[in-house]
């Protein structure tokens, strides 16, 4: 179990430096008339290990969300996440999120919406910026784990498909085994039994005038 969690620990490590990822700033679709400021993550991962993750994050935080417009989640009067602080409105905002993906890269977009549609952004207000790239910085490692858990889970499968294939053929081998060593037996007795008729014949042979 130490090996396993070990090997876990350095392919994370490793999994992290290999996954390319980028953390920036961007405009996110929601329809033809509407495009709203948002943070980016990029990854070169599937879809689904993104979308999995960023539920699973909130979730966590028991924040429940709708589905919105343009395939997007929305979460209202969210209370408290590390991407958005001000005490003078008890943290709340609204966030918008969105994964999609094309070419192997997965692009997940966060909005945070102060109300009213006054939008973070680094141009109007940097600190908070800041919290959300760093929200979506730390959330490349969960991102990772949830591949790899994926990956795992997907591999074990076709370990224990060999394994069943192999006990099949070792089953198979001792099947054949124990024909061989019947037929061995049956061949012994037939000798025997060739050996004595004939005899027998040999016998009947001599008698004759």
Same mark, same amino acid.
Do not use: W
């Given at each position: 179990? &130490?090996?396993?969690?070990?090997?876990?620990?350095?392919?994370?490590?490793?999994?992290?430096?290999? $996954?390319?990822?980028?953390?920036?700033?961007?405009?996110?679709?929601?329809?033809?008339?509407?495009?709203?400021?948002?943070?980016?993550?990029?990854?070169?991962?599937?879809? !689904?290990?993104?979308?999995?993750?960023? %539920?699973?994050?909130?979730?966590?935080? !028991?924040?429940?969300?709708?589905?919105?417009?343009?395939?997007?989640?929305?979460?209202?009067?969210?209370?408290?996440?590390?991407?958005?602080?001000?005490?003078?409105?008890? $943290? !709340?905002? $609204?966030?918008?999120?969105?994964?999609?993906?094309?070419?192997?890269?997965?692009?997940?977009?966060?909005?945070?919406?102060?109300?009213?549609?006054?939008?973070?952004?680094?141009?109007?207000?940097?600190? $908070?910026?800041?919290?959300?790239?760093?929200?979506?910085? %730390?959330?490349? !490692? %969960?991102?990772?784990?949830?591949?790899?858990?994926?990956?795992?889970?997907?591999?074990?499968?076709?370990?224990?498909?060999?394994?069943?294939?192999?006990?099949?053929?070792? %089953?198979?081998?001792?099947?054949?085994?124990?024909?061989?060593?019947?037929?061995?037996?049956?061949?012994?007795?037939?000798?025997?039994?060739?050996?004595?008729? &004939?005899?027998?014949?040999?016998?009947?042979?001599?008698?004759?005038?």
């Amino acid at each position: 179990m &130490k090996k396993i969690a070990l090997a876990l620990t350095c392919a994370l490590g490793l999994g992290t430096l290999a $996954n390319a990822q980028t953390v920036g700033e961007g405009m996110l679709q929601i329809d033809k008339k509407t495009s709203v400021p948002a943070f980016t993550l990029q990854m070169n991962t599937a879809k !689904k290990n993104v979308q999995e993750t960023i %539920d699973a994050k909130f979730k966590a935080e !028991k924040i429940s969300g709708k589905g919105g417009k343009g395939g997007t989640t929305e979460y209202a009067n969210v209370a408290y996440l590390p991407l958005y602080t001000n005490i003078e409105n008890n $943290n !709340k905002c $609204n966030i918008t999120t969105k994964v999609d993906e094309k070419g192997g890269v997965s692009t997940l977009y966060i909005v945070v919406d102060k109300g009213l549609g006054n939008y973070v952004k680094s141009t109007t207000d940097a600190a $908070n910026a800041e919290l959300a790239k760093k929200f979506l910085t %730390d959330l490349v !490692k %969960d991102i990772y784990r949830t591949e790899l858990t994926h990956q795992i889970e997907d591999q074990t499968k076709v370990v224990e498909k060999a394994e069943k294939t192999l006990k099949s053929a070792e %089953d198979t081998k001792a099947k054949l085994e124990k024909q061989l060593e019947t037929a061995k037996d049956d061949i012994t007795k037939a000798n025997a039994d060739l050996t004595n008729q &004939k005899a027998k014949l040999d016998e009947l042979k001599a008698k004759v005038f």
